[in-house]
Nanobody, 121 residues
Framework: QVQLVESGGGLVQAGGSLRLSCAAS????????MGWYRQVPGKQRELVAA???????NYADSVKGRFTISRDNAKNTVYLQMNSLKPEDTAVYSC???????????????WGQGTQVTVSS
């Protein structure tokens, strides 16, 4: 079984920084694309940033220049460095990984439980 565990969320003042981490464990053989999503109650989940196995990245327009996604393949971990945080960044952030397990089969998506990020003004 594959498990994704997020860490690094919390409460921060506007202009501050946080770094989120998401580590995959269990029967992981390989991880393709990984991404960070966020969701506010009553709204649809949105993609914040994604990174491919080759290191190519994509960002939502609202976070470009402020957030940086990276990954450590040896640790099966994806990070989201969040700088210059704004109150509108407040949301539950969840990581997703397209993962192939050691028992075989095709890769499929796995989700973490999410971590709360709250930015106060």
């Amino acid at each position: 079984q594959v498990q994704l565990v997020e860490s690094g969320g919390g409460l921060v003042q506007a202009g501050g920084s946080l770094r989120l981490s998401c580590a995959a464990s269990g029967s992981v053989f390989s991880i393709n694309a990984m991404g960070w999503y966020r969701q506010v109650p009553g709204k649809q989940r949105e993609l914040v940033a994604a990174i491919t196995s080759g290191g190519s990245t994509n960002y939502a327009d609202s976070v470009k220049g402020r957030f940086t996604i990276s990954r450590d393949n040896a640790k099966n971990t994806v990070y989201l460095q969040m700088n210059s945080l704004k109150p509108e960044d407040t949301a539950v952030y969840s990581c997703n990984g397209r993962i192939r397990t050691v028992v075989g089969g095709t890769a499929r998506g796995y989700w973490g439980q999410g971590t709360q990020v709250t930015v106060s003004s």
